[in-house]
């Protein structure tokens, strides 16, 4: 998939397939606000891609899914809950359920009319159709009279 011009916050889902190096690490993986985003596994095959989100922790209705312009958008807005009961008080806080958003352009090849997602297990699943002309077709034998 192709990459905005220059806005590293929208990456390209083919990015990391040809890029193993740890160049930009921190950048890709930590939000302006020094909060972790979550990490996410693409996969593909002749019909599909298919983005996994990790996000333990929220509720399907936490998640917003959006296509503009080739432009897929996954976000979500989740308030820290600070929450006690008479007589409690926190000592120590490692849940971080924060917002968050991650951006992907995506190529012309997908049908983005049957974009669907769902949620299951602390995973948010998108799955992501190719066009019927973008599927790889079986070779032809063509007889020789």
């Known amino acids: 998939m192709t990459i905005v011009k220059y806005q590293n916050q929208w990456p390209s889902l083919f990015d990391k397939f040809f890029n193993n190096d740890f160049e930009g690490w921190n950048r890709d993986n930590f939000s302006k606000t020094n909060t972790t985003l979550p990490s996410l596994n693409i996969k593909e095959n002749k019909d599909s891609f298919f983005v996994e989100v990790a996000a333990p922790g929220f509720e399907k209705s936490d998640f917003k899914i959006e296509l503009d312009n080739d432009l897929l958008t996954i976000s979500s807005e989740k308030k820290l809950s600070n929450e006690v009961k008479d007589g409690e008080r926190i000592t120590k806080q490692e849940f971080s359920y924060q917002s ?46």
């Open 100 to 145: 968050f958003r991650r951006s992907f352009s995506l190529p012309e090849l997908v049908n983005d009319e049957k974009i669907s997602a769902k949620y299951e297990n602390g995973i948010l699943s998108i799955t992501i159709p190719k066009k019927e002309e973008a599927k790889p077709k079986a070779a032809k034998v063509i007889d020789i009279k």
